[in-house]
């Protein structure tokens, strides 16, 4: 702890690193609980348009794998499946309806990338601050 009392403003780099760790490790918690699913909750409104065959040629719904939706199955895609009761850890799937679907996780993720993007340049303006005011003051008492 003592380098960290010596590395001036070390939470402004940890802190959004540990929260995008944080959401990946959520999300692949989930993927791993799930057998190599990502559970999603769907409304009917989802239902229709990811699970739907209208406008379809009947060959394009012929190459649809029998695991899909539009076919029965609980496949929406290669990653996602359609939540269930025997779906593991349900309160970090893909819960929350934003125009897409999205997990704690993926807030998480999306958090910790955007304080990534402007934290470390804070850190380096605070950094050379306190630098410049210990090497004034430095100055001043030798004087």
Not at 25 to 39: C, D, E, I, M, R
Request: proline share 5%; hydrophobic share 45%.
């Amino acid at each position: 702890m003592k380098y960290l009392r010596r590395f001036p403003y070390w939470y402004l780099l940890v802190v959004p690193v540990l929260l995008w760790a944080l959401g990946a490790a959520s999300n692949q918690a989930v993927f791993l609980a799930n057998a190599g699913k990502f559970p999603v909750r769907m409304n009917a409104a989802w239902m229709d348009a990811k699970c739907s065959t209208k406008g379809l040629d009947p060959d394009e719904i012929e190459a649809i794998p029998a695991s899909h939706c539009a076919k029965g199955g609980q496949m929406i895609d290669q990653r996602h499946s359609i939540m269930g009761p025997n779906s593991n850890l349900k309160f970090l799937a893909d819960i929350f309806n934003f125009g897409g679907m999205y997990s704690i996780g993926d807030g998480l993720l999306t958090l910790g990338g955007w304080l990534l993007s402007f934290t470390p340049i804070m850190w380096i303006g605070l950094a050379l601050r306190k630098l410049y005011r210990s090497e004034g003051e430095s100055c001043l008492s030798k004087v």
